[in-house]
């Protein structure tokens, strides 16, 4: 049975996937911040572990626990929607520290077993908001930008170990908690300087419209299921309809 670790599995993109997986007969090691047993239901092949990013202890222990993995989705992160203005330094910091530095660090955690197999597959969650600029949302964008930028550089250093890497960028997820999360981890969020309230209630809005094109977690799931099982599937790999279409305009 093979084995996949997901991180981020609260909700969302996470969560789904690890449904997803499940249901398909592999063994799934959920991991997430706090770990809840009602977030998903218990199965003989599914392990629940508790896993910050940000703590290289919290790491170590998740990966021992887990044993052997055969492929590493790191779909956890941080939302933020506010000016470059009004985004203190220090959040700058913590929304780098788990979506850039907290995807580095579960990468150089599983190579070691990677590697000595000459097996594995490491799939990163972005996002496509790294292919078509929108206001506002400069400090996420440049954490998951770089994402991008150095994973399509080491798949080059671990292509003599016949180590798949993939990115999935997901687009809008109107069903997924991303502003929730925002305020919940990250106070500030959504709280706009005076002078771009204007700015930041015509982005609220469009972002809260009706959108005829939208990515959905199933979206993301799938998408990840390909990266994983498609040997022919491109680095980049679009998750939803949005997404689909925005990476076909670039």
Avoid at 75 to 86: M, T, V
Avoid at 234 to 241: E, F, K
Wanted: hydrophobic share 45%; aromatic share 8%; with cysteine.
């Amino acid at each position: 049975m093979k084995s996949i670790l997901i991180t981020g599995c609260s909700s969302g993109f996470g969560l789904e996937t690890a449904k997803y997986f499940l249901e398909r007969g592999w063994r799934v090691i959920a991991t997430m911040r706090t770990p809840d047993d009602s977030v998903i239901p218990p199965a003989p092949n599914l392990q629940l572990l508790k896993l910050d990013v940000t703590d290289q202890s919290s790491i170590a222990q998740a990966i021992t626990a887990a044993g052997n993995i055969d492929v590493l989705v790191n779909n956890a992160g941080i939302g933020w929607l506010n000016a470059l203005e009004g985004t203190p330094i220090d959040m700058v910091r913590r929304i780098f520290e788990t979506n850039t530095f907290g995807t580095m660090a579960m990468i150089q955690a599983v190579l070691p077993q990677f590697r000595a197999r000459k097996s594995g597959t490491i799939i990163n969650v972005t996002s496509t908001v790294t292919l078509r600029p929108l206001p506002l949302l400069s400090v996420y964008t440049a954490s998951k930008a770089a994402v991008n930028a150095f994973t399509e550089s080491f798949a080059l250093e671990l292509e003599p170990f016949n180590i798949k890497v993939k990115l999935v960028l997901p687009g809008l997820a109107p069903e997924t908690r991303f502003g929730d999360n925002a305020r919940a981890l990250t106070p500030g969020a959504l709280q706009f300087p005076e002078p771009y309230a204007p700015l930041g209630q015509a982005v609220i809005a469009g972002l809260m419209g009706e959108h005829e094109e939208f990515t959905r977690p199933l979206d993301v799931a799938e998408a990840i299921w390909r990266a994983t099982t498609d040997d022919n599937a491109p680095t980049r790999i679009p998750a939803g309809a949005d997404a689909v279409t925005w990476s076909r305009q670039v």
